[in-house]
C-alpha cells in the first residue's frame, strides 16, 4: 500500500486529451493503447525512442568522454597520480554530492591515489566552495582539488585556490555563473549545447568523470576485474544521487535508475547493504524507497550534524562500522522528523494569523527563531505542496546573538514554471549570498534585512504568478471505464518504472461512478477509507489514504468522479487490481481538458 503522503484533495482536474498517435505507436511497439496514450504524454511519441524508453539498459549511457571538460579533467588528474600529489574531494553536502564524493574517493583510492575528502558543515560553512576551507586544505598540502556537485558559480574562491599553490577541478550540474571560475578543468553538461543530458545530477557528472578515468587504465576493450566492479557498484551510488536530486528521469537517467535500483538490493557495498537493513526494505526497491527511506537517511547526517559522515558509510568496507554508522543516522534522522513536524506547525500558524494563503500573495517568506537551518528546506517544500505556492522559511538568529554579525539562513523551494534562482537574485540587494537553481535555492542576509527581503520577493512573485498558477493541479494522463483496468492492464503499466521527474507515476480518472460497497474507515486512527465504485459496468476496490474524513460524503453523494493509481493487491496471496485515490471530484464538475 501506498502512504498518504501521495494523496492530493480538491486539485483542480486537468486531463490530457486522447492522442492520435497513440494507436498507431500501439501497433508498431504491439503493447495497449493505453500504454502508448502514456507514452505520448511523455513525449515519447516516436517508436524507436518509445522502444528503448520502455527497455532501459545500462549500455544506453552517453559515453563519458562525450561529456564536456572530461578530457582536460582526466589529464589532470593523471599528473597527479603520476606525481604523488595531495588530492582532495570538495562535495556538496546532500545526497546527490555526497554520493558523487564516494564514486571519485573509491575510484581514486582503487588506483592508488593520496586522497582526502572534505564537506562542508551545512550550518556553519553553508553551501558551496568556501575561502576559509579552501585556505585550510591548501595549508595542509593538497595540490588538487575537485569539486563535486558545487563550485561552478565560486569564481573568487577557485581564484584562491589558484593563488595559494592548487589546481582546480570543477565538476557540477548547477546554472553557471555569468563568469566562470579559473580551473584546470571544469566539467558541466551545460557547457556544451550538444550534449544530450544537461540534467544530469551531480552524481553523474562525478560518476562520468571517474568511468573516462577508468577507462584510462583497461587493459582491452572493456573495463575487467576490479575497475569494472567498481563502475557496478558506482552506477548504484550515481542511481541514489539522481533520484534524490530530482532531476529528470528520462534518457540516460532512466537507465542509470533503472539499474541502480535493480541492483542496490545486492549491492556488495557495505554501506548501502547497511542502509538498506536500517530502512528495512525486505522487498523490491523503488524510486519512492530510495527518495523517501534511503536518501532520509543519508541526509540527515548533514542536515542534523555533518554529512561527513555519511561519505564515511559509502565508502568504507568494515561491515560493523558501516551497521554502526547507518544506526546512527537512523536515530539523526527521527530527530530530524522531530524538528521538521515543529517547524511545521509553526509556519502553518502564521500562515493562518498573517492570512498568506489568502491574500493573493503568490509567493511566501516565512522566519522564525530556533528554526534547525538543516530542516527548513524540507519544510518549505511541505509549504509548497500545501498552499501551491514557492516559499522560503529563514532561520532567524537565536535572541541576543542577532547583532554579533550572525546571518540569517533560508531555504526555497518553487513551483513549476517559476525560477525561484532568478526571483531571490532579483532581491540580492538585501543578501550576503545565495545560489541554487530554478526549482531549489539557499541564501543567507542579515536579520535586519528579511522584511525587506521578504517584500521584495513576494512582489517579484506576485508580478510574474497569478492565480492560475497557483492552484493545485492534479494531471490525468486519461479517462478510462473500471472494466479496462484488469490485472494483465496494469502489469502491463508497470513497464514505465521507474517514475520520477519527466515521467510520473499514471494517474488515470474514472467519471460518474456510484459506491458499490459502503465505504469504511480503516487505521489506527480511521484516518484512511476503503471502498468499491462502479460505473456500471464494472466495479473495483478502492483505497484512500487520508480521506476517512470523506466517508459520510460519499455516503451522501449519489455519483462522483475518481482520479487514482491503479494497482496490484497481492494481500493474503490474492491477486487483484486495487485503485489507490488521488482524489474524488463531488460537484459533478468536469475537468479541464487541454486542447489537443
Known amino acids: ?64 568522454d562525450r561529456m564536456p571538460g572530461v578530457e582536460a579533467a582526466v589529464r589532470r588528474l593523471k599528473q597527479a597520480l603520476d606525481n604523488s600529489e595531495k588530492i582532495t574531494i570538495y562535495g556538496d553536502y546532500d545526497v546527490d554530492g555526497i554520493t558523487g564524493v564516494a564514486v571519485l574517493w573509491r575510484l581514486l583510492s582503487t588506483l592508488g591515489a593520496d586522497v582526502d575528502y572534505y564537506i562542508p558543515h551545512r550550518i556553519e560553512e553553508g553551501y558551496g566552495l568556501n575561502r576559509m576551507a579552501v585556505a585550510s586544505l591548501a595549508e ?74 577508468a577507462n584510462e587504465f583497461r587493459t582491452g576493450r572493456r573495463l575487467e576485474g576490479d575497475l569494472r566492479q567498481f563502475m557496478l557498484d558506482a552506477a548504484v551510488l550515481a542511481a541514489m544521487g539522481t533520484i534524490a536530486d530530482v532531476v529528470d528521469i528520462r534518457g540516460e537517467n532512466r537507465s542509470i535508475t533503472s539499474y541502480g535500483l535493480r541492483a542496490l538490493p545486492h549491492c556488495r557495498l557495505a554501506g548501502i547493504r547497511a542502509l538498506v537493513e536500517s530502512a528495512r526494505l525486505d522487498g523490491g526497491v523503488g524510486t519512492d524507497q530510495v527518495a523517501f527511506r534511503l536518501a532520509p537517511l543519508l541526509n540527515a547526517a548533514g542536515r542534523m550534524g555533518h554529512a561527513r559522515l555519511a561519505v564515511e558509510l559509502l565508502i568504507t568496507h568494515d561491515k560493523t562500522q558501516a551497521a554502526r554508522i547507518a544506526a546512527y543516522l ?124 521578504a517584500a521584495d520577493f513576494e512582489n517579484y512573485a506576485n508580478r510574474h504568478l497569478d492565480s492560475s498558477d497557483v492552484v493545485r493541479k492534479l494531471h490525468v494522463d486519461a479517462s478510462v471505464p473500471l472494466g479496462r ?23 488515470l ?61 497481492t494481500y493474503a496471496g490474492g491477486r487483484s487490481v486495487e485503485l489507490v485515490l488521488a482524489d474524488v471530484r463531488f460537484d459533478g464538475e468536469r475537468p479541464e481538458r487541454p486542447p489537443a
Open 1 to 64: 500500500m501506498r502512504s498518504s503522503r501521495q494523496t492530493r484533495i480538491n486539485r483542480r482536474w486537468v486531463i490530457k486529451p486522447p492522442s492520435r498517435a497513440a494507436a498507431e505507436l500501439a501497433r508498431q511497439l504491439k503493447v495497449s493503447d493505453l500504454l502508448a496514450q502514456l507514452l505520448v504524454n511523455r513525449g515519447l511519441g516516436a517508436a524507436d525512442t518509445a522502444a528503448g524508453f520502455l527497455r532501459p539498459r545500462l549500455s544506453d549511457l552517453i559515453p563519458p
Open 140 to 213: 595542509s598540502g593538497t595540490k588538487l582539488l575537485i569539486t563535486v556537485d558545487c563550485g561552478i558559480a565560486a569564481a573568487e574562491s577557485a581564484g584562491l585556490a589558484g593563488r595559494l599553490g592548487m589546481d582546480i577541478i570543477i565538476t557540477d550540474h548547477h546554472e553557471p555563473a555569468a563568469v566562470l571560475p579559473p580551473a584546470a578543468a571544469i566539467v558541466h553538461p551545460a557547457l556544451r549545447d550538444d550534449y544530450p543530458n544537461k540534467d544530469s545530477s551531480g552524481s553523474m557528472v562525478a560518476f562520468k568523470l571517474s568511468w573516462a578515468l
Open 330 to 453: 537512523q536515530n539523526q534522522n527521527v530527530q530530524r522528523r522531530k524538528s521538521e513536524r515543529r517547524i511545521l506547525e509553526q509556519a502553518l500558524e502564521m500562515t493562518a494569523c498573517r492570512n498568506l494563503d489568502q491574500t493573493g500573495n503568490c509567493g511566501l517568506v516565512l522566519a522564525g527563531r530556533g528554526w534547525h537551518a538543516g530542516v527548513v528546506g524540507i519544510v518549505a517544500s511541505r509549504i509548497v505542496e500545501k498552499f501551491c505556492r514557492p516559499a522560503i522559511l529563514i532561520c532567524l538568529p537565536a535572541e541576543g546573538r542577532a547583532g554579533d554579525g550572525m546571518l540569517a539562513q533560508g531555504s526555497a523551494r518553487s513551483i513549476e514554471g517559476f525560477d525561484i534562482l532568478n526571483a531571490i537574485r532579483s532581491c540580492a540587494g538585501h543578501l550576503a549570498g545565495f545560489g541554487g537553481h530554478k526549482m531549489a535555492a539557499g541564501l543567507r542576509l542579515r536579520p535586519e534585512n528579511v522584511d525587506m527581503f
Open 485 to 507: 483496468l484488469q490485472s494483465e492492464m496494469v502489469e502491463e503499466l508497470r513497464m514505465l518504472e521507474p517514475f520520477g521527474p519527466g515521467n510520473p507515476e499514471p494517474v
Open 509 to 569: 480518472a474514472t467519471e460518474s461512478v456510484r459506491l458499490a460497497a459502503a465505504p469504511r474507515k480503516v487505521g489506527s486512527s480511521g484516518g484512511h477509507l476503503q471502498l468499491a465504485v462502479t460505473d456500471g459496468k464494472a466495479s473495483r476496490r478502492c483505497i484512500g489514504f487520508g480521506m476517512g474524513h470523506l466517508e459520510k460524503k460519499l455516503i451522501d453523494g449519489e455519483v462522483f468522479d475518481v482520479a487514482y493509481r491503479p494497482q496490484i493487491d
